[in-house]
């Protein structure tokens, strides 16, 4: 028994195509994601099944369909230009690129949005690993985590599967959006760092309210001072006058 999907690589073009894409009166060359081999498109009026593509007689495929569902939401990505990654954020984007790199990595597909880069990762069945969030966080590169593991979408419709890739931003993680301090100087370093600025930071008008203050903590010393010298003398002065 070999496995159906809904999904295929267009031999000629390179393209993976949902089973919606084909086109029954003009049929191109198919194959499979998972195994590389001939796979048919099964449509038309005449079946009572859903249309699917399916292998030949005697091919034993154990692909389940992830690495095509990824596949397919990369050419999404690649075909349209808007992405909605949160509630109201929704990036009209240019120039997709696949597998582009950073660092030590590569993001499935970046895109340009205002003039910055942002790399998108869709995940089916392997998510973004530690070290790859880290890289993205430690340094402000922007990515969009897609979340597809929802395992009805290995045989969701085209439209279901299009509107999970742009349109919904409940299955959207940004990463690396909030800006990170790159902690460079060791925390003596800054605390030394921290003081010369301060220094360097008196203002004419800082030195004014000091020497005011000063004034007045002086003033307030004379008062008490002479306060306290009538209060002694108060205290020990003649009970009697001499006769
Ligand atoms: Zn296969």
Redesign the pocket.
């Given at each position: 028994m070999s496995?159906t999907t809904i999904f295929a690589l267009e031999t000629t073009s390179g393209n993976t195509l949902h089973i919606e894409d084909v086109n029954t009166k003009q049929r191109g060359k198919y194959s499979?994601i998972?195994?590389g081999?001939e796979l048919y498109a099964v449509i038309g009026e005449a079946r009572k099944k859903e249309p699917h593509f399916r292998?030949g007689d005697g091919?034993n495929?154990s692909?389940i369909g992830d690495r095509a569902l990824h596949n397919f939401a990369v050419q999404i990505l690649m075909d349209y230009s808007s992405l909605t990654v949160s509630k109201d954020l929704i990036l009209n984007y240019t120039q997709p690129r696949k597998e582009v790199g950073f660092l030590d990595f590569r993001s499935d597909v970046a895109i340009n949005y205002t003039g910055e880069i942002i790399h998108t990762e869709v995940f089916v069945t392997h998510d973004l690993t530690l070290e790859k969030i880290s890289a993205y966080e430690n340094n402000n590169i922007k990515c969009v985590r897609i979340d597809l593991s929802n395992p009805e979408l290995l045989n969701a419709k085209k439209e279901k599967i299009i509107d999970e890739v742009l349109n919904r931003w409940e299955n959207k993680t940004l990463i690396g959006w909030q800006t990170k301090m790159v902690p460079a100087l060791t925390t003596m370093e800054a605390d030394k760092n921290i003081k010369v600025i301060e220094h360097a930071q008196w203002t004419f008008e800082e030195v004014i309210i000091g020497f005011v203050k000063a004034i007045v903590v002086f003033a307030i010393a004379v008062v008490s001072f002479y306060l306290l010298e009538r209060f002694l003398s108060f205290l020990f002065r003649p009970r009697y006058k001499k006769a």
């Amino acid at each position: 028994m070999s496995a159906t999907t809904i999904f295929a690589l267009e031999t000629t073009s390179g393209n993976t195509l949902h089973i919606e894409d084909v086109n029954t009166k003009q049929r191109g060359k198919y194959s499979c994601i998972d195994c590389g081999k001939e796979l048919y498109a099964v449509i038309g009026e005449a079946r009572k099944k859903e249309p699917h593509f399916r292998h030949g007689d005697g091919v034993n495929c154990s692909g389940i369909g992830d690495r095509a569902l990824h596949n397919f939401a990369v050419q999404i990505l690649m075909d349209y230009s808007s992405l909605t990654v949160s509630k109201d954020l929704i990036l009209n984007y240019t120039q997709p690129r696949k597998e582009v790199g950073f660092l030590d990595f590569r993001s499935d597909v970046a895109i340009n949005y205002t003039g910055e880069i942002i790399h998108t990762e869709v995940f089916v069945t392997h998510d973004l690993t530690l070290e790859k969030i880290s890289a993205y966080e430690n340094n402000n590169i922007k990515c969009v985590r897609i979340d597809l593991s929802n395992p009805e979408l290995l045989n969701a419709k085209k439209e279901k599967i299009i509107d999970e890739v742009l349109n919904r931003w409940e299955n959207k993680t940004l990463i690396g959006w909030q800006t990170k301090m790159v902690p460079a100087l060791t925390t003596m370093e800054a605390d030394k760092n921290i003081k010369v600025i301060e220094h360097a930071q008196w203002t004419f008008e800082e030195v004014i309210i000091g020497f005011v203050k000063a004034i007045v903590v002086f003033a307030i010393a004379v008062v008490s001072f002479y306060l306290l010298e009538r209060f002694l003398s108060f205290l020990f002065r003649p009970r009697y006058k001499k006769a």
